[in-house]
């Protein structure tokens, strides 16, 4: 996919003086040896230059890591390790950090040949919350050779969303439409996150939409969109309208993306979208989330984010869907009660007009936007790409700013049910164990506005260490609890 940033993990030894330096030596060229044969060799590297014992060793690993292009940093206890030395290479490493440790191998060598690595985790941990910097460390962070080439796996997608943050810029236009004060959050969380962002007015980007007017790329673009709808290409008339403004967007980007290399955009949809342009951008947009550039409809700038998040750490097409609608009860009845393992109340409809890309959609048609077309000539709503969406795994989730600039965020594993949803737009039916606690105790209490992400496939492990990183206190991730587990604001006599 486009805008998105290849990982290379230095893997960097560390050793207590009072240790055998060859504990930590062989101990990460068996963890290296072990990542390669499983994994391949594309997105490590082994600092040879040393094992760091001090702080002299840590600045020479420092130097080594950069000038191998490497990205992210996995600091590995092969002993006890210095634990000044190691925070301290975490701290002045410029990108996404994990930790993890050497378990020890034998009970035929627990002499000369014990780490101790078990217990020097615990003092890595205590001088990182001293020095207040930031590491992934896994669920149970010591283990064997092939175990910590898993952790470090694992932290691939997790480094892959941390370090694209912070190297990203999101770029709004206009702001949030009448009656959307729900996509209106507070942009000073995204400067803490070393998110840059670029608010424009929609004037700006319609002045440029019409500098690209007779743009000789337009009829290729054209034919680009004719060869993806297929038999879906039921409005051909507004093809040539959408590749103007398809390219108006991708040179704003690179116009506008500055010294940051990821981009993502939030912009406008309604209402003067359409009497302005003659049309609405929703195929648009799901074409460029499908390149990997993700666009977030009626300027919800928080909605951006978190399908960029979602697409970091799913190397795969998001979309951003409204909790839209409850399942009719015979539509549950005739369709999923008894076919699948739900309550009605688990199950809901996802919508939003046509900004799916067409590879997450059984089937495609470009068509009007029905809703807006209730107040609007039709002729200005056409540009939607309806269909229902693909059945499958799905994540639902979101990362967003309360009212007074505080981060919280909610995930939940689930599936979109093969069901046809016998509706418009860009739809599916979905369930989510306990969805209506969830709906309640998390989306309804806590504030979440109306979208949601949706990454399709289950990534709410590696989601949940991104949003701990880029630090959303833990008790602000909200999940869907099971049954047994009652919310803390759930009645307990219910």
């Known amino acids: 996919?486009?805008?998105?940033?290849?990982?290379?993990?230095?893997?960097?030894?560390?050793?207590?003086?009072?240790?055998?330096?060859s504990l930590s030596v062989n101990r990460r060229k068996a963890l290296v040896a072990a990542y390669k044969a499983k994994y391949g060799e594309a997105?490590?590297?082994?600092?040879?230059?040393?094992?760091?014992?001090?702080?002299?060793?840590?600045?020479?690993?420092?130097?080594?890591?950069?000038?191998?292009?490497?990205n992210a940093l996995c600091v590995y206890l092969g002993n006890f390790g210095p634990e000044i030395s190691e925070t301290l290479l975490a701290k002045h490493f410029d990108g996404p950090v994990m930790f993890c440790a050497a378990a020890e191998e034998s009970q035929n060598d627990l002499v000369g040949g014990r780490g101790d690595a078990y217990c020097g985790m615990l003092n890595a941990s205590y001088n990182l919350k001293l020095r207040n910097v930031k590491a992934y460390i896994p669920e149970y962070p010591v283990g064997t050779a092939e175990e910590c080439a898993d952790m470090i796996n694992e932290f691939v997608p997790i480094a892959r969303a941390?370090?694209?943050?912070?190297?990203?810029?999101?770029?709004?236009?206009?702001?949030?439409?009448?009656n959307f004060l729900a996509c209106n959050a507070p942009i000073?969380?995204?400067?803490?996150l070393g998110v840059e962002i670029e608010e424009n007015s929609e004037l700006d980007l319609f002045?440029?939409?019409?500098?690209?007017?007779?743009?000789?790329?337009?009829?290729?673009?054209?034919?680009?969109?004719?060869?993806?709808?297929?038999?879906?290409?039921?409005?051909?008339?507004?093809?040539?309208?959408?590749?103007?403004?398809?390219?108006?967007?991708?040179?704003?980007?690179?116009?506008?993306?500055?010294?940051?290399?990821?981009?993502?955009?939030?912009?406008k949809c309604w209402p003067a979208f359409q009497t302005q342009f003659g049309f609405v951008p929703c195929y648009v947009n799901s074409r460029l989330t499908g390149m990997g550039i993700p666009v977030s409809c009626e300027v919800d700038i928080y909605g951006a984010l978190s399908e960029f998040i979602g697409t970091m750490v799913s190397m795969d097409a998001v979309t951003l869907l409204d909790i839209n609608n409850s399942v009719p009860a015979d539509m549950?009845?005739?369709?999923?009660?008894?076919?699948f393992g739900y309550t009605h109340k688990d199950t809901f409809m996802g919508f939003h007009c046509g900004n799916t890309c067409s590879g997450k959609l059984t089937s495609c048609n470009m068509k009007y936007q029905l809703i807006m077309a209730r107040n609007l000539p039709e002729?200005?709503?056409?540009g939607t790409l309806e269909g229902d969406i693909v059945p499958g795994d799905i994540t639902f989730f979101r990362l967003q700013s309360t009212a007074d600039t505080q981060l919280r965020a909610y995930i939940a594993h689930g599936e979109?049910?093969?069901v046809a949803t016998r509706s418009f737009g860009g739809i599916g039916v979905f369930a989510i164990p306990e969805m209506g606690r969830f709906y309640r105790h998390v989306l309804i209490e806590k504030n979440f506005p109306h979208h949601g992400a949706v990454a399709f496939g289950h990534f709410g492990k590696a989601l949940y260490e991104v949003f701990k990183y880029i630090g959303v206190p833990v008790s602000e991730i909200g999940y869907n609890h099971p049954k047994s587990d009652r919310y803390p604001t759930e009645n307990p006599f219910a």
């Open 207 to 267: 002045e440029a939409f019409n500098k690209h007017a007779n743009d000789p790329r337009i009829p290729a673009k054209v034919a680009e969109m004719e060869k993806e709808l297929g038999e879906g290409n039921k409005k051909p008339q507004v093809l040539p309208k959408l590749a103007q403004y398809e390219l108006t967007l991708l040179d704003w980007i690179e116009e506008h993306r500055g010294y940051r290399k990821y981009v993502c955009i939030a912009g």
């Open 1 to 21: 996919m486009k805008n998105t940033p290849e990982v290379k993990i230095g893997i960097v030894a560390v050793s207590r003086d009072c240790f055998p330096e």
């Open 188 to 192: 000073k969380p995204l400067y803490d």
């Open 43 to 70: 997105d490590i590297y082994e600092c040879p230059v040393c094992i760091v014992e001090s702080e002299i060793h840590m600045t020479q690993a420092l130097a080594d890591i950069k000038a191998a292009g490497c």
């Open 416 to 418: 979109v049910l093969p």
């Open 162 to 178: 941390v370090y694209a943050l912070q190297n990203l810029k999101i770029i709004s236009f206009g702001p949030r439409p009448l």
């Open 332 to 339: 549950y009845k005739e369709s999923i009660e008894g076919k």
């Open 379 to 382: 002729e200005v709503t056409q």
